[in-house]
């Protein structure tokens, strides 16, 4: 039998406003553990909280990025379990009437562009970390647990999808294009290995055609988009051969193992926890007006799919030069300021797809992190377009400039890669050249015209690429006998 | 002279005449405590270096309280001094700021003289439950202070503070003032900060005055009320307070509620509190019969909804931060199971065990949900007796004070004596307890309750009823001394 794997996430984003949810702690990552902490994050009697406003404006892009309707008025809940990294012994968070509601995003998945629902975005707040000392790192086994509560009470975005991704990759392409957009919105730095990103993902399968969903299960705190849509996958395989082989799917949270890429049950739901949720009463409803979500409306960055429209309708691009530019925050911004100085959209769009894009894929750097700034990329493409130096020659500076930071200008004169545009010198040359392969001379005039291509080749090698191809063409075909 | 029968008002004025000093008064209420606190046990903690410090430094200032000996109830974090709630749980913590309402009271002058005794966590009614042993009533020593700031109250009845700070709840200010035959006032809920009150249900708890006069009361609040950032649920007190001056009562219409001054209250009490309404009358109130139909769900729903959000409050004791921890556990759940079991008294557990029963999964609609809706109706009960009456009054308490030990196995009867303070709390408004008379040699209480925000109102029908009734009594403590 065919079966259609139904897929939901939860993605926790946390927001890089300057101070935490609801005190006045700074909000960064790392540093001294229990250094940046008060009454209020480490849960001291009598100590209240007090909502970060900045938090609810970053809330309010994401809601309003996400197409989501946002009710004039959300409330706080308190969601009570105990836990050494939650110092109230409850965490403040939103439950039946959260932030902003009904919303999607468009994503492409095998070349369509599918929308998928968003169920909710809330606003809740981040826990301590748990720094459990011994071999392993991890609980088990250790001797004992330390708490950092640095990262207690960072504000944290929750969103919810629609049960309405069907595969692994495009749970994938989804995350992708939401990390993407959050970045767009500056208002996280989605870093997943500091825990900025966070993922749980719930899975369940059905026959093809049906519409009951099945038992699902949740795979918890991903830290990779690779990992997620590899877990889901082997999740899948494995609830496929479980109902292949007459069993049921039992509702549980999975653990999938980076390494063994094996699938293990962490706790089923007749353990779950009973929450207790109820209103906060240290917090007054948050209300969203209409003129504060007017004003968080004007606030707005441009989305990605904005820009993109942008590039094609105003810079000429392409449609796929757009997407690709627009798939990454830093590389937009590259290749906008690229545009800012050096004028020529296409050219830089050729430039940053390919050489730029090239050298990033094979480092794994950001665009943020190259050694080129857009400022030194616009002076080497001055510096092709003014016939200083040919464009193949340009793509090595472009290299060089990548590994050593020099500019494209430096790297030229180094080098003595200036481009022989000179007719006296190149003269010479052709002369030796045509004198020295008479065999190919007698083929171009039997009418072989193309064998061209061979001088021009051989002028080149002789000037180590610098000569000025325009000009060698030129030469030659007027010393060529006809 | 007789220093310990003064009001704050009248040493003030002493004090601004220069024919009395900060050092001397402070030193009066020191040697009281020094009498008698060994008997009465008002005290916890009694800060007689610091008072006496800050007393010889008041000399001669010109800040609105200055010098004024003022007791705190030991909810209040107070930064550097001892603040343990009467609770095993925080014996030795040392808070590490000052409660809102500490501060101001502090920056307006007061002399601290210590922190006062309560029930632990403030939950109770006759102060037994604090885990450092009762205080005893100063107009008879076998007999309950009230609760829970039966220390407060005690302390200001002993003469061993001026005027004290307590916190209401379901009555822990009106009914031990009731009992202790001195003022307490509840202000409407929002009006005091509760930064750095211990919480106990933080949408009824309130901090308040316990004061020899009603003039007391309206100076003291002058410097509590304002909105404080750091309470998002405090606001601006819409009127300055005023301290009352005219004693005329004519013109009031004022309410009794017949669901809380007939069946259920002790005749003794009915025939002092009729008295003291027939009083009013007579200086020119307009006393009618009022009603709020649902008094008698009051206890029920105060008794789900506070344990609710006190199951929350109290979970932030577990042993990891601060305060006891119970050593030898082999894990995290067994010390706080074993750090709970050992820092928390019956009260406050039987109360965390009732509130996380009526959150619980399944049981929520049906206890917390349908307690809420009792709320609401009470609210309207008061809006709807407030369109008829200026104000409303019953008795504070159905009896007067009853004897140590009388009603520690009985928490139900106990629950009992805030069947008239609790529908102030369940509706957030202003109630002030006055004494008005004695039955069998103890204070009887007159509670007047006003609409939100209406503390103006409230405290000249006080003051106005105070002049008409003359009580005019002090505990045979303060009398000896003549």
């Known amino acids: 039998m065919d079966y259609?794997?139904?897929?939901?996430?939860?993605?926790?984003?946390?927001?890089?406003?300057?101070?935490?949810?609801?005190?006045?702690?700074?909000?960064?990552?790392?540093?001294?553990?229990?250094?940046?902490?008060?009454?209020?994050?480490?849960?001291?009697?009598?100590?209240?909280?007090?909502?970060?406003?900045?938090?609810?404006?970053?809330?309010?892009?994401?809601?309003?990025?996400?197409?989501?309707?946002?009710?004039?008025?959300?409330?706080?809940?308190?969601?009570?379990?105990?836990?050494?990294?939650?110092?109230?012994?409850?965490?403040?968070?939103?439950y039946d009437q959260p932030f902003a509601v009904e919303g999607g995003l468009s994503v492409s998945v095998d070349g369509e562009m599918v929308t998928v629902g968003i169920e909710r975005v809330h606003m809740?707040?981040?826990?301590?970390?748990?720094?459990?000392?011994?071999?392993?790192?991890?609980?088990?086994?250790?001797?004992?647990?330390?708490?950092?509560?640095?990262?207690?009470?960072?504000?944290?975005?929750?969103?919810?999808?629609?049960?309405?991704?069907?595969?692994?990759?495009?749970?994938?392409?989804?995350?992708n294009r939401l990390k993407n957009t959050l970045q767009f919105l500056d208002v996280s730095d989605c870093n997943m290995e500091e825990g900025s990103l966070r993922c749980d993902a719930n899975v369940s399968i059905r026959p093809v055609g049906d519409r009951e969903l099945g038992v699902k299960t949740e795979l918890k705190n991903m830290n990779s988009f690779r990992y997620i849509e590899k877990g889901l996958s082997q999740e899948i395989r494995r609830q496929v051969g479980l109902l292949e082989s007459g069993e049921?799917?039992?509702?549980?949270?999975?653990?999938?193992?980076?390494?063994?890429?094996?699938?293990?049950?962490?706790?089923?739901?007749?353990?779950?926890?009973?929450?207790?949720?109820?209103?906060?009463?240290?917090?007054?409803?948050?209300?969203?007006?209409?003129?504060?979500?007017?004003?968080?409306?004007?606030?707005?960055?441009?989305?990605?799919?904005?820009?993109?429209?942008?590039?094609?309708?105003?810079?000429?691009?392409?449609?796929?030069?757009?997407?690709?530019?627009?798939?990454?925050?830093?590389?937009?911004?590259?290749?906008?300021?690229?545009?800012?100085?050096?004028?020529?959209?296409?050219?830089?769009?050729?430039?940053?797809?390919?050489?730029?894009?090239?050298?990033?894929?094979?480092?794994?750097?950001?665009?943020?992190?190259?050694?080129?700034?857009p400022t030194a990329l616009a002076e080497l493409l001055d510096m092709v377009k003014g016939g200083d130096i040919s464009a193949n020659i340009?793509?090595?500076?472009?290299?060089?400039?990548?590994?050593?930071?020099?500019?494209?200008?430096?790297?030229?004169?180094?080098?003595?890669?200036?481009?022989?545009?000179?007719?006296?010198?190149?003269?010479?040359?052709?002369?030796?050249?045509?004198?020295?392969?008479?065999?190919?001379?007698?083929?171009?005039?039997?009418?072989?015209?193309?064998?061209?291509?061979?001088?021009?080749?051989?002028?080149?090698?002789?000037?180590?690429?610098?000569?000025?191809?325009?000009?060698?063409?030129?030469?030659?075909?007027?010393?060529?006998?006809? | 002279m007789n220093l310990l029968r003064l009001t704050?008002?009248?040493?003030?004025?002493?004090?601004?005449?220069?024919?009395?000093?900060?050092?001397?008064?402070?030193?009066?209420?020191?040697?009281?405590?020094d009498r008698h606190d060994g008997d009465v046990a008002a005290y916890l903690y009694v800060n007689k270096t610091g008072a006496r410090e800050a007393a010889a430094a008041a000399g001669g200032g010109d800040r609105p309280l200055n010098g004024i000996p003022t007791a705190i109830k030991?909810?209040?974090?107070?930064?550097?001094?001892?603040?343990?709630?009467?609770?095993?749980?925080?014996?030795?913590?040392?808070?590490?700021?000052?409660?809102?309402?500490?501060?101001?009271?502090?920056?307006?002058?007061v002399v601290n003289l210590g922190k006062t005794n309560m029930d632990e966590f403030a939950m109770g009614s006759s102060t037994e439950n604090s885990a450092f042993g009762p205080t005893r009533n100063p107009w008879d020593l076998d007999r309950v202070p009230g609760g829970s700031s039966g220390g407060s109250a005690a302390a200001v009845a002993a003469g061993e503070a001026m005027w004290a700070l307590g916190s209401d709840t379901g009555?822990?200010?009106?009914?031990?003032?009731?009992?202790?035959?001195?003022?307490?006032?509840?202000?409407?809920?929002?009006?005091?900060?509760?930064?750095?009150?211990?919480?106990?249900?933080?949408?009824?708890?309130?901090?308040?005055?316990?004061?020899?006069?009603?003039?007391?009361?309206?100076?003291?609040?002058?410097?509590?009320?304002?909105?404080?950032?750091?309470?998002?649920?405090?606001?601006?007190?819409?009127?300055?307070?005023?301290?009352p001056e005219d004693r005329d009562l004519s013109g009031l219409r004022i309410g009794v509620i017949s669901e809380l001054s007939g069946e259920g209250i002790d005749p003794g009490v009915r025939e002092v509190f009729q008295k003291a309404v027939s009083t009013m009358a007579d200086a020119g109130a307009q006393m009618e019969t009022a009603s709020i139909p649902h008094a008698e769900y009051c206890i029920p729903a105060y008794y789900i909804l506070a344990p609710a959000e006190a199951s929350a409050n109290l979970a932030r004791y577990d042993g990891v931060r601060f305060g006891l921890r119970a050593g030898g556990a082999r894990d995290v759940i067994?010390?706080?199971?074993?750090?709970?079991?050992?820092?928390?008294?019956?009260?406050?557990?039987?109360?965390?065990?009732?509130?996380?029963?009526?959150?619980?999964?399944?049981?929520?609609?049906?206890?917390?949900?349908?307690?809420?809706?009792?709320?609401?109706?009470?609210?309207?009960?008061?809006?709807?007796?407030?369109?008829?009456?200026?104000?409303?009054?019953?008795?504070?308490?159905?009896t007067t004070a009853f004897g140590l030990g009388e009603r520690v196995d009985d928490p139900l009867t106990m629950y009992m004596s805030d069947i008239c303070t609790v529908p102030a709390n369940l509706a957030g408004l202003p109630a002030i307890s006055i004494p008005v008379g004695l039955d069998g040699g103890m204070p009887v209480g007159m509670q007047i309750m006003g609409p939100a925000f209406s503390a103006n109102r409230l405290l000249q029908a006080a003051h106005g009823a105070e002049a008409a009734v003359a009580f005019n009594r002090v505990s045979p403590l303060v009398e000896e001394r003549d």
């Open chain 2, 334 to 398: 067994e010390m706080y199971e074993e750090t709970r079991s050992l820092g928390f008294g019956d009260e406050v557990k039987r109360r965390i065990m009732l509130g996380t029963y009526a959150l619980s999964s399944g049981y929520y609609d049906a206890y917390y949900g349908q307690a809420q809706k009792v709320r609401t109706l009470v609210v309207n009960d008061f809006d709807a007796a407030f369109r008829e009456f200026d104000l409303l009054v019953s008795p504070t308490t159905p």
């Open chain 1, 4 to 94: 259609e794997p139904v897929i939901g996430l939860e993605i926790h984003v946390e927001l890089s406003t300057r101070s935490k949810m609801f005190c006045g702690c700074r909000v960064e990552f790392g540093g001294e553990p229990n250094t940046r902490t008060c009454p209020v994050c480490l849960a001291h009697p009598g100590a209240l909280p007090v909502m970060n406003r900045q938090a609810i404006r970053y809330l309010g892009r994401i809601a309003l990025a996400l197409e989501c309707s946002i009710p004039e008025r959300s409330i706080f809940h308190r969601k009570n379990y105990f836990y050494p990294d939650l110092p109230k012994g409850y965490q403040i968070s939103q």
């Open chain 2, 171 to 243: 009555g822990s200010i009106r009914q031990p003032a009731s009992f202790c035959g001195v003022v307490g006032f509840k202000p409407t809920y929002g009006s005091v900060s509760r930064y750095g009150l211990v919480a106990f249900a933080s949408s009824f708890d309130q901090v308040g005055p316990l004061t020899r006069s009603v003039g007391d009361a309206a100076l003291m609040l002058q410097h509590l009320v304002g909105k404080d950032p750091r309470d998002t649920t405090s606001v601006a007190h819409p009127e300055q307070i005023v301290i």
């Open chain 1, 124 to 175: 809740e707040e981040d826990t301590a970390k748990n720094i459990h000392a011994g071999v392993s790192g991890r609980i088990a086994g250790s001797l004992y647990s330390m708490i950092d509560f640095n990262r207690s009470g960072t504000p944290l975005v929750e969103i919810v999808t629609k049960p309405h991704i069907h595969s692994p990759q495009a749970a994938r392409s989804f995350l």
């Open chain 1, 394 to 482: 340009g793509k090595e500076v472009f290299s060089e400039m990548c590994d050593t930071g020099e500019s494209a200008a430096a790297i030229v004169a180094r080098k003595g890669l200036t481009q022989i545009s000179d007719t006296d010198e190149l003269e010479a040359l052709i002369r030796q050249v045509i004198e020295e392969n008479p065999a190919q001379v007698e083929q171009y005039r039997a009418g072989k015209v193309k064998v061209i291509g061979f001088f021009v080749g051989q002028v080149m090698k002789q000037t180590g690429g610098r000569a000025n191809p325009r000009v060698v063409n030129r030469l030659l075909k007027e010393r060529l006998p006809e």
């Open chain 1, 248 to 373: 049921r799917v039992v509702q549980q949270t999975v653990h999938f193992d980076v390494v063994t890429g094996e699938i293990s049950p962490l706790r089923s739901k007749e353990e779950a926890q009973d929450y207790r949720y109820f209103p906060e009463p240290d917090l007054v409803p948050l209300v969203a007006s209409a003129d504060f979500v007017a004003g968080i409306r004007e606030e707005m960055p441009e989305l990605p799919a904005d820009r993109a429209r942008r590039y094609v309708s105003q810079h000429g691009l392409p449609d796929y030069d757009a997407q690709v530019l627009t798939s990454d925050r830093e590389l937009s911004d590259f290749y906008e300021e690229s545009v800012s100085l050096y004028g020529d959209a296409k050219t830089v769009s050729n430039w940053v797809m390919g050489e730029l894009l090239a050298y990033l894929n094979h480092t794994g750097e950001t665009a943020g992190e190259c050694r080129v700034t």
């Open chain 2, 8 to 33: 704050a008002m009248e040493a003030l004025e002493m004090m601004g005449r220069g024919e009395l000093s900060a050092d001397e008064l402070t030193g009066a209420f020191l040697d009281q405590i």
């Open chain 2, 74 to 109: 030991d909810v209040l974090c107070t930064e550097g001094m001892l603040t343990t709630c009467g609770s095993r749980m925080l014996e030795g913590f040392v808070p590490v700021y000052t409660a809102t309402c500490v501060s101001r009271l502090t920056e307006a002058g």
